[in-house]
């Protein structure tokens, strides 16, 4: 995508023809230029008459959370409707791609235990938090089922609503036929709300602005270096997730060389890194885990579209990052059941994420209530999303691509010699892929 060129001279026609991640960096850039400035000079108070924007922007991101959830989940069930037929196949394809988002999102944890990105600052004055009590882990199990999906809703229960709305795209798949119009009403559904979601996203470097020289303003450049923290934490547990989970499931579990599969999977690597977009990269990933990975078709043209859908470990792992990130900054001790909560609600979101640029920072607010965080977190991690999205989607892709090699192998179905033949990237063939 390039910015649009037929837009309007000046320095408003830029703003406005320039891609929104762009926009948001810069809003991020310069909120936190202005906020220091306000800073040193002693002027908190004017950073903190802007704050106002920021936080409508917070409660447009609130209001979106339960109808996003429960929609898009439901047409990721839908989604799988054929899955079924699958069988076996399909079985195992769901449980490696959750188990692999489950163990993503544990990394994420530990990682930002370890790193500690938001310990450097205090933040805990900043927003209003709603003190919640630790459920114990039990009480975490117990509670996923709701007695009444209504008032889950009105709640803001997401794990909840996260079962409801799983259950609810089950029946509607065995249903089938008669089911057909609640469906196709969902998916038409799932059009409006990610549009509205867009409209609101479009609002995102305005309430990132004046959040970024609210929070600037009021803490300095201490905030600067957990920032760069949080961007390490991201990296540094994308490339342990796909050496050490990918690289062991394909060595342990297939036993095939990992050193082929990491090259195999450049190209639709790099697309990803640079689109943020999964399922933009899926034409690249097909023809990739194909001719350089030798699945076969049947099985790749099943189970790599459906890991564009419903497989997010480098969102997951994220999640856990800045999950910890926020609750460091705002100072709230987790318990142990708001762990399992993290994971539970971030591996059963990720079947809800939308292979699209951005989408895990939606999602993240999901995992951030499930806990009784604040979001104005996540206002503050959209300044750096793009840069964290580049990353979560290369792993994104790769995990896909993992898992239809293993499915394929245990399925008799991958073509060893075309595994085991090296490919070098050549930007031809690339630009062949891209079309
Ligand atoms: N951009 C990611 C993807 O397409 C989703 C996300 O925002 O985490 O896979």
Redesign the pocket.
Known sequence: MNDRSDAPRGLWGRWRSMLLWKQIFLALAAGVVIGVVLNQTGNEAAAEAIKPIGTIFVNAIKMLIVPLIFVSLVVGMTSMHDMSKMGRIGLKTVALYLMTTAVAITIGLVLGAVIQPGAGIDMSAAAAMEAKDAPSLIDTIVGLVPTNPVSASAEGNVLQIIVFAILFGIAINMAGEKGRIVRDFFDSLSEVIYKLTSIIIGFAPYGVFALMVWVAGTYGLELLLPLGAVIFAVYLGCVIHALVVYGGMIRLGGGLNPVRFFQGVLEPQMV?FTS??????LPVSMTAVQRNLGASKGVSSFVLPLG?TIN?D??AL?QGVCALFVAQAFNVDLAMGDYVTIVLTATLASIG???????????LSLVLTSVGLPLEGVAIIAGI?RIL?MA??AL??TGDAAVTVLVAKSEGELDQAAYDTPHVLDSASLKEMRG
């Not at 994420?353 to 999602?363: Q, R, Y």
């Open positions: 990803a943020t977009s999964s399922s933009g990269t564009a997010m480098g969102t994220y994420t939308a292979g699209v640029p951005g989408a895990g920072l939606i999602m999303d999205d979560r989607t994104n892709v």
